[in-house]
C-alpha cells in the first residue's frame, strides 16, 4: 500500500507554482512577454563571467574523477575550508572547516539543520509571512512547525506572541532574513532581541534552543538596509545558505550549513549531518560546482536590478493605493491587497495578466506576494496593467 500522507499531499499542490504554469499556459496563448508574471522566485540576471570561465577551465584541465566523481560526505574539504575562511573575514566568526556541511541547496541545509537539533514530537517555530515549504520541511522531519502571527506593522517579529509561543517544548527556532515574501530584512535591534529571549528561555527550561537561520537572500539588501549575521548574535546558531540568488544557480542546488563553533556539541554536528544524509538521500553535492562555486565566493552576480525594480514597484503601487512595507532587500514585495480576500484579489487580477500569489500560503492572509525577479523593462511594461486593474475593479481606491 502507499502512503497516505503523501498521497494526500497532491491535493495540496503548491500554489506558487500553480500560478507558474498557469502563467505559462497563458503566455502560450498571448506571448509569454505579455504575461506579468510575478509568482515564481526564479533568478533573473546571469551568473557572474567567473564562475562560467572557472567551469570551463576545471572541465578542460583537471581530472574527470575529481570532478565528476563522489565528494566526501561532508562536502570536499578544501571547498568547505574556504567557505569557513570567507564566512570569518566578512562577518568577523571563528568557523573552519569543519563546521561547514555542504549541501544541496538551503533545503538540503535547513533538512539537515532541523535533524540534528529536534527529534520527533519538538516544535520548531517560525514568523509569518513564512516561505510555504517550511511545512513539509519540518513536519516530515517528525518535528512540529508553529507558526507566530505576523506583525503587520512592519513586518519583524511580534515579540509578545514569540514569547507566549516559545513553551518548553520548542526545541528550534527558524528565521527567515531577508524574508521571503515580504523583503524585509530583520534589524540588529531585532535579532539581539530575539537571540536574547531565546537565551533567557534556554537558561529557565533547562535545554538548548537552536537558531535556524535560512539565509538564501543574503546577498540581496538594498542601500541603507540594516542586515546583521544572524549567527554573531547566539552561539546556538546555524546558518543555512544556498548560493541560488547570490551566484544566480537555483538549479545547480548548493549551498551549507555553517555551525556555530561556540554551540553545544559544535564538534558534533557535522559528522552527524553526515549521517542524517543516509536516511534523506541529500548527501554528496555535485563535485564540480563545489570546486567552481569556491573560486567565487566573494562575488555575486549583478544583482542592483532587483532594487531597481523594487523601486519602480514600491513608487507605482503606492500611488494607486496599496499599502506596503518596502522590502529591505530579496526580489519580493507584500503589499496589502485591496480587499479583504487575497485569493479573490489575485483571481481578479489574472484577467490582466497579473499573476500575483495571494498571501494566504504565507501565512498572512489579506496580503499578496510579488516575486519581481523580471526584466526591468517588462515591470515597466507591467504598471499599466496595474493601473487599469485598480481603476476598473476598485475605482474607490484611484482618482485617475
Not at 500522507?5 to 505559462?24: N, W
Not at 532587483?306 to 514597484?313: A, V
Not at 486593474?389 to 474607490?396: D, G, H, M
Amino acid at each position: 500500500m502507499i502512503v497516505q500522507k503523501y498521497k494526500d499531499m497532491l491535493k495540496g499542490k503548491s500554489v506558487i507554482r500553480q500560478l507558474s504554469e498557469f502563467a505559462t499556459a497563458r503566455g502560450a496563448e498571448i506571448g509569454y512577454e505579455n504575461v506579468f508574471d510575478f509568482s515564481l522566485g526564479n533568478p533573473s540576471v546571469p551568473t557572474p563571467q567567473k564562475f562560467t570561465d572557472v567551469m570551463i577551465e576545471l572541465l578542460q584541465n583537471h581530472d574527470p574523477m575529481e570532478l565528476h566523481g563522489y565528494s566526501q560526505s561532508l562536502g570536499i574539504p578544501a571547498v568547505r575550508e574556504k567557505v569557513a575562511q570567507s564566512l570569518n573575514k566578512r562577518f568577523g566568526m571563528q568557523y573552519t572547516g569543519n563546521h561547514i556541511f555542504m549541501t544541496t541547496g538551503a533545503a538540503g541545509a535547513i533538512a539537515h539543520a532541523v535533524r540534528c537539533v529536534t527529534q520527533p514530537g519538538d516544535e520548531v517555530l517560525t514568523f509569518a509571512p513564512y516561505f510555504p515549504e517550511y511545512q513539509p520541511y519540518i513536519n516530515l522531519s517528525g518535528a512540529v512547525l508553529k507558526v507566530v502571527p505576523a506583525n503587520t506593522e512592519d513586518f519583524q517579529i511580534n515579540f509578545q506572541l514569540f514569547e507566549e509561543m516559545l513553551t518548553e517544548k520548542v526545541m528550534a527556532v527558524l528565521i527567515n532574513t531577508p524574508n521571503n515574501p515580504s523583503g524585509v530584512v530583520y534589524t540588529t535591534d531585532t535579532v539581539r532581541k530575539l537571540t536574547e529571549i531565546m537565551a533567557a528561555k534556554e537558561k529557565e527550561y533547562g535545554h538548548d534552543i537552536f537558531l535556524i537561520s535560512d539565509e538564501p537572500y543574503r546577498e540581496i539588501v538594498f542601500e541603507g538596509t540594516d542586515a546583521p549575521y544572524v549567527s554573531g548574535f547566539y552561539n546556538n546558531s546555524l546558518s543555512c545558505y544556498s548560493y541560488s540568488k547570490s551566484l544566480s544557480l537555483p538549479g545547480e542546488r548548493i549551498g551549507y550549513v555553517a555551525v556555530n563553533p561556540a554551540c553545544t556539541d559544535a564538534e558534533y554536528i557535522t559528522n552527524m549531518c553526515a549521517q542524517i544524509s543516509r536516511g534523506t538521500g541529500h548527501n554528496c553535492p555535485p563535485s564540480i560546482i563545489q570546486l567552481a562555486v569556491a573560486e567565487v565566493l566573494d562575488l555575486t552576480a549583478d544583482l542592483s536590478v532587483y532594487e531597481t525594480n523594487c523601486n519602480i514597484l514600491y513608487k507605482e503601487l503606492t500611488s494607486l493605493g496599496f499599502e506596503c512595507v518596502k522590502p529591505g532587500g530579496t526580489f519580493y514585495m507584500f503589499p496589502k491587497a485591496l480587499e479583504e480576500d487575497a485569493i479573490a484579489f489575485s483571481e481578479k487580477a489574472k484577467a490582466y495578466d497579473l499573476i500575483l500569489v495571494p498571501g494566504d500560503t504565507f501565512g498572512a492572509p489579506g496580503y499578496f506576494r510579488l516575486a519581481y525577479c523580471i526584466d526591468t523593462e517588462k515591470v515597466e511594461r507591467s504598471l499599466p496593467a496595474f493601473r487599469k486593474f485598480v481603476r476598473e475593479q476598485y475605482p474607490q481606491r484611484i482618482s485617475c
